[in-house]
């Protein structure tokens, strides 16, 4: 399945590639963790380091896990294990000994002359090359909620079917490249196994120091010199031109693009007065025409969810084709059919949108993509927008990203009630500054 643990990371790090541009960490467990991580790591331009935890074997079958120890005095046992083995405490407690002796060993050797990176506040993304019993994957999210981290995501290549299940309440994310069915040991789904040495953790971590630094000085630096734009555009998406306009405003730290609703067009008033509070914000915007002007002739093609999603997966790939435009984290704001778009879009295999915010949207059109969207969502409805509310809320009940439902007293579908479409637009604002990383929540209140 997996050719060696870099493949296996380059392939899970497309499923985690809606946490760029957000505050994160990602923690490798060693040894055959680290490769995986550190591929992940570099998709997301997020320091690397290790998070140590050793498992507790049972004495005649030490590749049973019976349990697992890590940093910060985290210790987790599995009760059902250890009465099946009938492990004696006194045998339990020698395995402990040994683990929690290599565990200081293995902390000195990584970490010499190395500060541990702070995982408080941080959205930290736990990485193993597999899970079998899951007992060391419990343990190193133990060790990063005991850190302070904002948001534990555990995330490996490959894990047994009924692993959700099992992980249950472990973290706050759960993926996986695969499942298969039946499940052996993690080795079989790895053409390479080979045991990972020590000197090849340290060398995957002081190459991963080394690339973020130059990653992070390199997009500030292309940040600051952003021109600033506001013009119209001619948008080739295939065989079709669709018109649009982009606004780049003076040190822009986000691009967000909008997909607008059944009706409307990149003209919509609308849409634009809640572009005009993004850019006061610093974030760049791109409004464009989902249809050409033929397409919008048949009113069929407003609710064709799919092809509304092609046009705005074509339209963010030119824009991160573009030199300056693509050192941007990408961020999608849909109203209407257009947020049913968006959330489309995000849920395609590889995609690298950040966030998304639907306004008064049709998120229920998204269909089966809905558990697919892994990019932080936000649904800001109308407290009497009652027929819609309850479709964003039974929507919301299938997305299994980080997900917020925003309701706006007084509002109406269409925001026409003083006050309304400004919370809105507010509101978006917030979450996009505070999940592409640009300000903390603390900053904005």
């Not at 590639?17 to 467990?29: P, Y």
């Not at 963010?316 to 030199?323: F, G, K, N, V």
Request: hydrophobic share 45%; glycine share 8%.
């Amino acid at each position: 399945m997996f050719r060696d643990r870099t493949d296996a990371g380059k392939q899970l790090a497309e499923l985690v590639a809606h946490l760029r541009g957000d505050d994160v960490v990602v923690v490798g467990l060693p040894r055959g963790g680290v490769p995986v991580a550190a591929q992940v790591a570099r998709v997301l331009d997020a320091p690397l380091d290790v998070i140590l935890v050793r498992k507790l074997g049972v004495p005649f079958r030490p590749e049973l896990g019976m349990g697992a120890i890590g940093e910060d005095g985290v210790r987790v046992i599995n009760d059902e294990i250890v009465q099946m083995t009938r492990v004696t405490p006194d045998e339990l407690a020698a395995v402990e000994g040994r683990e929690r002796t290599e565990l200081g060993r293995r902390s000195r050797r990584y970490r010499a002359g190395r500060q541990r990176v702070a995982l408080a506040g941080k959205i930290v993304v736990v990485v193993d090359d597999g899970i079998a019993t899951g007992s060391t994957a419990k343990a190193a999210c133990e060790v990063a909620r005991a850190a302070g981290a904002s948001r534990v995501v555990l995330a490996v290549p490959v894990a047994p079917l009924d692993w959700t299940d099992r992980m249950a309440g472990v973290a706050d994310e759960l993926i996986s490249v695969s499942t298969p069915q039946p499940f052996s040991a993690i080795g079989r789904f790895y053409g390479d196994f080979a045991q990972t040495t020590d000197d090849e953790v340290i060398e995957c971590l002081d190459l991963a120091a080394a690339t973020h630094a130059e990653a992070a000085t390199r997009a500030t630096a292309v940040h600051d010199d952003l021109a600033p734009r506001d013009q119209d555009v001619q948008i080739q998406a295939g065989q079709d031109r669709l018109g649009g306009h982009l606004t780049v405003p003076e040190h822009a730290r986000v691009m967000v693009v909008f997909a607008h609703g059944s009706g409307s067009s990149r003209h919509s008033p609308r849409n634009r007065y809640v572009a005009s509070v993004l850019n006061k914000a610093g974030i760049a915007t791109m409004l464009f025409d989902l249809l050409t002007a033929s397409e919008e002739h048949n009113r069929a093609n407003v609710f064709d969810i799919d092809l509304l999603g092609d046009r705005l997966v074509a339209v963010t790939r030119l824009i991160q084709d573009d030199p300056d435009l693509g050192t941007l984290p990408i961020a999608y704001f849909g109203a209407s059919t257009g947020a049913a778009a968006a959330l489309r879009a995000a849920a395609e295999p590889g995609s690298t949108v950040s966030a998304i915010v639907s306004r008064g949207g049709r998120p229920d059109l998204a269909g089966r993509h809905l558990a697919e969207v892994r990019a932080p969502t936000l649904l800001i409805v109308g407290g009497e927008d009652l027929a819609v509310l309850d479709l964003n809320r039974d929507a919301q009940a299938r997305l299994r990203c980080e997900h917020q439902l925003s309701i706006v007293p007084g509002a109406t579908h269409l925001f026409e009630e003083s006050g309304t479409l400004q919370a809105a637009a507010e509101l978006a604002r917030d979450w996009f500054l505070t999940h592409l990383g640009s300000v903390s929540p603390a900053e904005i209140g």
